[in-house]
Nanobody
C-alpha cells in the first residue's frame, strides 16, 4: 500500500493550493479517504473526509466553504482544493485511508506534504 501526498509548498495568505494523494496497492474505491493535518507543535487534526464512492463528505468548521475534497476513483487519486488559506493552514497534510464504511480509525498513511502560509 502506498499513499503519496504532493502539491504542498509556500503560499501567501489568501492564496490557493491543490494537494494530491496518489494511491496504489489497494482497491481505492473500497476505501474512504481523509485529509489530516498537523501544525507545528500541535496534534493531528482531521479536516475532511470522503466516502468510498464520493457521495458523502464532511469538513471541520474551520475549512468549510474554503476547502473541497474531490476524489477520482479511475485515477486512484484524492485531492484537496484549498482556497483563502490563512496562517492556521500551515501544516503537514496527510491522506490516510479507511476501509469500507467504518466510522473510526485509519489503515494507512503517507509521508505527508508540507504547506507553508506566509507573506
Amino acid at each position: 500500500v502506498q499513499l503519496v501526498e504532493s502539491g504542498g509548498g509556500l503560499v501567501q495568505p489568501g492564496g490557493s493550493l491543490r494537494l494530491s494523494c496518489a494511491a496504489s496497492g489497494f482497491i481505492f474505491g473500497s476505501y474512504g479517504m481523509a485529509w489530516v493535518r498537523q501544525a507545528p507543535g500541535k496534534g493531528l487534526e482531521r479536516i475532511s473526509y470522503i466516502s468510498c464512492g464520493g457521495y458523502y463528505t464532511n469538513y471541520v468548521d474551520d475549512v468549510k466553504g474554503r476547502f473541497t475534497i474531490p476524489r477520482d476513483n479511475d485515477k486512484n487519486t484524492l485531492y484537496l482544493h484549498m482556497n483563502s488559506l490563512n496562517p492556521e493552514g500551515a501544516a503537514v497534510y496527510y491522506c490516510p485511508n479507511r476501509y469500507g464504511a467504518r466510522l473510526h480509525g485509519y489503515d494507512n498513511w503517507g509521508q505527508g506534504t508540507q504547506v507553508i502560509v506566509s507573506s
